[in-house]
């Protein structure tokens, strides 16, 4: 499919705003007032959020406002053009067109079972003063929860095939606020976010290594940002629907504390950025706007401005649940490459299609089990269809599927992107006549030609996605583009790593306590996140083979977390392929691996009932009448009151997996209490937490032999 395909509809649904989407409304000529730099501004349905557009001596600009203050202050918009033309420099506002879009639509799977998508919107036209006098359209939706806004370019005399070599779209606030922020880098989206004011946003945390001169990209900030506004005011800066255009970070104006669109170049294009042709429309530049941290996490922005899902038949796309081979690889014991060491080897991946069928997890993944694993220039030597000689590809499908089970294929490209893409049709259309229902795709390593989140490199996550779309395949990318909500129009793409996940724990310094309740306010706004938790062994050093660099003796080595929290971030984490990661044998007789095997990946409904940035959360989750609840903290302990309003009418059964009286972050990590309440929607429950420490809890409906046998939980 051409990467045209996917810009021409939509655009045809873009333009369907100001043509046919608006039905009664149509265009209106600015009127003198607005012509004549006065604020077009438009409210949100219940009036809490306001976008107001003027053009001021030829320069287009935007605010944002909620609940009457000021978010965002006046802020200009516009392009440098490869042709040395600059589009927002001499503009002039012809027409604006109103619509109020209010949809209810259903995810195929997700955080939420049910969403309603409510905006005012406005498009409003501009056109050029001087040569070529081109013309261009600016459009906003303002949500109760936020703003979305983007360009569009019709398609026109003097605007057809074109560069963009910069766009100069700004943020700017109103004070130096807190923000919660990662460094911007043009190949990896795998760092810590540090707190600071936005003045000295986008520092590498004190926990992680500088990756060099190729690492982070002059101080710019990766997306999603979080900022707090106001006690009552948070912010999540982000971008939807990333198609066909490189990635937005996020550079300082003068140092800030104001920002602007940096996007990722071409390499070796020069200050090219992104190469278009009209009629086109930009990605939405998302601002998610809560009075609290969690409403953060609740919103839908991001999502909604997205289009709808372009699979008509999606009864194959199942999220679910998987083990594998990945931990051990990473802790040092085996390998990916062939010979004794080998992980993924037909008797060691038929040892967790067993351990799966036993306790109703329905995927198993080994990453390693085609040919081509060498160690210098792996990528181009890749093989997606043919087996190492120490796995059995026929064996091991057949195996997993007369045990209920199905196997995942694993494609790391290694960077090799054109040996990858030539091996697309062949590889997808073997896994889907074998019955595989997805696939693990991997990015590591440099690209030659091509930065990882520039256009050509989006265009080709997206083209991953279609082709295994046609072949129905589920996609799992790791080393991948950042989340915009595509999953909305494709989900068969039902996770990504997009972040620093817990493998850092296994060879390096690793994760500080704190990340893992900095990552739903900030990655998680973009989408589902593959953060490969479930790590029972906390401190597992195995028989190093080969040698771990860093040695059993390092205390480096390990999962920066209690076992509970381990277990807790299956509620807080949304993913839809989500692993099970640690080793089958560190599984087997602990009785808290009940809550692995029962908690889903997917949801009816979402709550956060409290939280703070990178200090603690409480994540509620409902499938159909069970709800299963994640308390974590930083590294301090602490106490939390969960209230289980939330709970319908009757009695339930919570069954408790908390860090135990004993429980110590440094020296009895593993300990976990395991308890049985009786509940009702007016418990508080009192989650104690230790240093890195969790809470989870399943909660179901109480049977009449519950109500008779349980202790109800102190009032």
């Known amino acids: 499919m051409s990467e045209h395909v996917i810009n021409r509809r939509t655009f045809a649904k873009a333009t369907g705003l100001a043509t046919g989407m608006l039905g009664v409304a149509s265009w209106v000529p600015a009127t003198a007032a607005h012509a004549a730099g006065e604020p077009v501004t438009t409210t949100s349905p219940d009036g809490s959020v306001s976008a107001h557009f003027r053009v001021r001596a ?123 922020s990662s460094p911007a880098n043009y190949d990896s989206v795998e760092y810590l976010y540090s707190q600071t004011p936005l003045t000295g946003a986008g520092v590498v945390h004190e926990w992680q290594e500088p990756r060099g001169e190729e690492g982070e990209k002059l101080g710019t900030l990766a997306t999603p940002l979080a900022v707090r506004v106001a006690d009552d005011i ?82 194959w796309i199942a999220p679910g649940k998987f083990v594998g081979v990945w931990w051990e690889i990473h802790k040092g014991r085996n390998t990916w490459t062939e010979g004794p060491d080998l992980g993924a080897t037909t008797e060691n991946t038929i040892r967790c299609i067993d351990f799966a069928a036993e306790n109703g997890i329905p995927y198993v993944l080994a990453e390693g089990w085609n040919e081509g694993w060498e160690s210098d220039g792996f990528g181009d030597r890749q093989n997606f269809t043919k087996a190492n000689a120490q796995f059995d590809l026929r064996r091991v499908v057949d195996h997993a599927r007369q045990r209920g089970v199905a196997f995942l294929a694993h494609n790391e490209t290694g960077g090799g992107i054109d040996n ?20 693990k795709t991997g990015y590591a390593g440099d690209i030659k030609e091509h930065y990882h989140h520039d256009q050509w490199m ?89 040698e771990d660099s860093f040695g059993a003796e390092n205390d480096r080595t390990r999962v920066h977390t209690t076992r509970a929290h381990q277990i807790a971030l299956y509620p807080v984490l949304l993913s839809g392929l989500q692993q099970l990661a640690d080793v089958p044998e560190n599984y087997r007789g602990a009785p808290e691996f009940e809550f692995l095997r029962e908690v889903p990946v997917t949801w009816d409904e979402t709550r956060v009932v409290q939280g703070e940035i990178g200090d603690y959360i409480t994540m509620a989750r409902r499938s159909g009448d069970r709800w299963f609840v994640g308390s974590l903290t930083d590294e301090q302990e602490r106490v939390l009151d969960v209230p289980l309003d939330f709970l319908g009418a009757g009695a339930f059964v919570a069954h408790v997996y908390a860090d135990a009286p004993e429980t110590d972050l440094d020296t009895n990590p593993n300990a976990v209490r395991i308890d049985r309440w009786l509940v009702d929607s007016a418990a508080v429950v009192r989650a104690e937490l230790t240093r890195g420490g969790g809470h989870a809890m399943r909660i179901v409906p109480a049977t009449d032999e519950d109500r008779g046998s349980l202790r109800r939980y102190p009032r």
């Open 58 to 180: 030829g320069r287009p600009e935007y605010s944002v406002g909620k609940s009457g203050r000021t978010v965002i202050d006046w802020s200009r918009l516009g392009f440098e053009l490869g042709d040395g033309g600059r589009l927002g420099e001499s503009a002039e506002l012809e027409a604006v067109a109103r619509h109020e879009l209010d949809e209810t639509w259903h995810p195929v799977w997700g955080s939420a079972s049910e969403i309603r998508s409510h905006c005012a919107a406005v498009v409003l036209r501009l056109r050029e003063t001087t040569e070529p006098v081109r013309h261009f359209e600016i459009e906003f939706r303002v949500f109760d929860d936020g703003v979305g806004f983007r360009h569009v370019f019709p398609d026109q005399r003097h605007l057809g095939d074109f560069e963009v070599l910069d766009e100069l779209t700004e943020f700017r606030f109103t004070a130096d606020h807190t923000a919660w």
């Open 420 to 439: 990858y893409e030539r091996q697309l049709d062949d590889a997808f259309a073997l896994y889907e006549r074998l019955g595989m229902p997805g696939v």
């Open 234 to 315: 948070y912010l999540g800066l982000h971008e939807a629907a990333l198609l066909n255009y490189p990635d937005m970070t996020l550079a300082k104006i003068d140092g800030g504390p104001h920002l602007r669109s940096a996007l990722v170049p071409r390499k070796g294009e020069g200050r090219v950025k992104a190469r278009l042709r009209a009629p086109f429309p930009t990605p939405w530049r998302a601002l998610i706007i809560g009075d609290r941290p969690g409403a953060l996490v609740e919103s839908h922005l991001v999502l909604n401005l997205n289009e709808p899902c372009a699979i008509e038949d999606t009864s």
């Open 458 to 546: 989006v265009n080709h996550y997206q083209r991953v996605i279609h082709k295994a779309a046609q072949h129905r395949l589920m996609i799992n990318a790791h080393e991948p583009i950042k989340g915009t909500g595509i999953e909305r129009t494709y989900p068969n793409f039902v996770s990504r790593e997009a972040a620093r996940g817990i493998e850092y724990d296994a060879w390096s310094r690793g994760n500080p306590p704190e990340h893992t309740v900095t990552l739903p306010f900030t990655v998680m706004l973009a989408g589902p996140l593959d953060y490969t938790p479930g790590i029972f062994d906390i401190t597992w050093f195995p028989e190093q083979s080969p």
